[in-house]
């Protein structure tokens, strides 16, 4: 693929999280989780700059010692309720204030340590491609299907989310569920619209095994037991 825009990968890593402290740098399969995506992204040969924006001087060391750039600490936008997308849109203007200047943004969460160089190639070719200002990574619900989910009340009845519940599950379509594995955007629309999910963005499926998420201690242990499969 030509290579004629100027891409950067940024990669959010806030330091205050609470269902698994310092869980950016917790260890998974022996290094640091954000390593894993630090070394896929610069593995991937994409990339002008790989910057972590983080708010821990902590996780900024970490960073550096596998090869990532912290130019700055995050300031505001690094709570609980701030968007992701706010965090690497000011990322990207505190480049600019200094010079810096890009076309693209490949945003990678440091939680999702199975997706890989490939991935991140193979999603941005298929961005290219299609010539859209955002395209988001997604996976197939395998072996569970939303479609019989049901919230219960205080009686345990079902209020069922599919209201036929006679349609047999091959009858139904396949559902896909957003991951933060890879988000890519063309820099003036994320400016324009404020959040990958901008005007005209599209999804590009990922193998589901790759696509995992940490958030809690379950994710961890259900990527330690992939991590063996890939």
Known sequence: MKKDKRVVAIIPARGGSKRIPKKNIIDFNGKPLIAWTIEAAKKSGLFEKIIVS???EEIAEVA????AEVPFLRDTAADDHSPVSEATLRTILQLEETGETYDEVV???AVCPLRDDVDIVNSYTYFREKEVPFVLSCYKYVWMNPWWAVTLNEKNEPN???KDTRKRSQDLPDLFSPTGAIWIANIEALKRDKTF???DHIFWEMDWKKAVDV???EDLELATALK???
């Open 197 to 199: 999910y901008g005007k």
């Open 54 to 56: 983080t708010d821990s």
């Open 160 to 162: 069922w989310i599919l």
């Open 64 to 67: 550096r010692e596998y090869g």
């Open 228 to 230: 063996t499969l890939l």
């Open 215 to 217: 958030d809690n201690y």
């Open 107 to 109: 945003q990678l969460f």
